[in-house]
């Protein structure tokens, strides 16, 4: 298959490529796209074979459901049971945004796009192109992240390229995301409100307006052994080709354990990288040593971690390190995506040696 490739911008958007891109959606074929997280490979999402396709195109198992992508809060209760409170709540304050909700699906929904479940995980996404496109479609578009399985997901269309080249029709470049990650998915049909996945829109925001939300426990302690409510959160999100650790602890022990082991690894003709931040980059004497961002502003370092992370895998090194980052607001998702990358291979050094703890 030929991939046509359009350049769109989002204060200018051409309705031409748009109509066509739309026509390709409603006609059964892919589209991957850009959105305010991440870029988003599409397709009908009330067309089974369309599903089936997205699974195909991102060779990804399909038992793990998709996401469908709303541009009106009105074309909401045509694809679920149920719209509760809490929810109308959320979409008042964060859509059209970085949240994704998960209700009781309605029969339009086939259960190839909800990877065989009875509840379906909706999102009204705040990029224009997004919405233009989610329009032109019909007004349902399914959409994981365009990124070959076990990749990171795409901050810039290029990568949709180089994962999807020749598998979808279409790919629509609106340049370099916002966000950088994908969106925070809240589960409402529970009791009580469960953050399956941490993203820009963090704990502290929902519970500001619901009160106490909790949070899937296999997110919270990944080492737990036990299964994730989000389907796709078992999978290893992605795999870097060399072995990625992340070294917790202060700054000095730190770099301390990190210098000592790189050089160990240099002893041995291997090259190392390390990912780090702008206030921290100057202590490290690697063969690649890149900062993510700045610790001043959390943000930085989310949206520019899975390009990062590719870049890493062009520059094929079989050694790499990366720091830990706090926790609080958003760094809970950024730690979570980075958890993942490195298979959950976490050292602390501690004090001026830097010893290592694994845990
Ligand atoms: O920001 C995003 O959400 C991006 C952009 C493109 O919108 N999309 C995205 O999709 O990240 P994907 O497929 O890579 O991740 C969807 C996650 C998976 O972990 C999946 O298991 C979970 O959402 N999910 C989807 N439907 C669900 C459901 N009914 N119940 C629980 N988890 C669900
Ligand atoms: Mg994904």
Known sequence: MKTRYAVLREEDIDSTIIEEAGRILREGGLVAFPTETVYGLGGDALQAASSRKIYEAKGRPSDNP????????????????????????????????????I??????????TTGGLSTVAVRFPSNKIAMALIDAAGGYVAAPSANRSGRPSPTLARYC???????VDMILDGGEVGIGLESTIIDLTTDRPMILRPG????????????????DNAVLDPSSGQAPK??????????????????????????????RET???????????VIC?????????????????????????????FRILREFDDADLPV??????????????????LRKAAGQRIVRADGQSGQETLF
């Open 66 to 101: 998709l996401i469908v992508h709303i541009c009106r809060m009105e074309d909401l209760p045509a694809i679920v049971e149920e719209i509760p409170r809490q929810a109308l709540i959320l979409a008042g304050a964060f859509w059209p945004g970085p949240l994704t909700m």
């Open 103 to 112: 209700f009781h699906k309605s029969e339009l929904v086939p259960p190839e």
């Open 161 to 167: 390229k180089e994962d999807l080249d020749g598998r």
């Open 200 to 215: 820009y829109i963090t704990e502290a925001m929902l519970e500001d307006l619901l009160g106490p939300v909790s949070v």
């Open 230 to 259: 989000a389907p796709g959160m078992k999978y290893r999100h992605y795999a870097p080709r060399g072995i990625l650790t992340i070294v917790d602890g202060d700054e000095r022990s730190r770099a301390a354990y990190i210098n």
């Open 263 to 273: 050089q160990k690894a240099r002893k041995e003709g291997k090259r190392v990288g």
């Open 277 to 305: 931040t702008d206030e921290t980059a100057g202590l490290y004497a690697a063969d690649l040593v890149r900062s993510a961002g700045t610790l001043r502003d959390i943000r930085t370092i989310a949206r520019n971690l």
């Open 320 to 337: 790499l390190y990366a720091e830990a980052f706090p926790e609080e607001g958003l760094g809970a998702a950024v730690m979570n995506r």
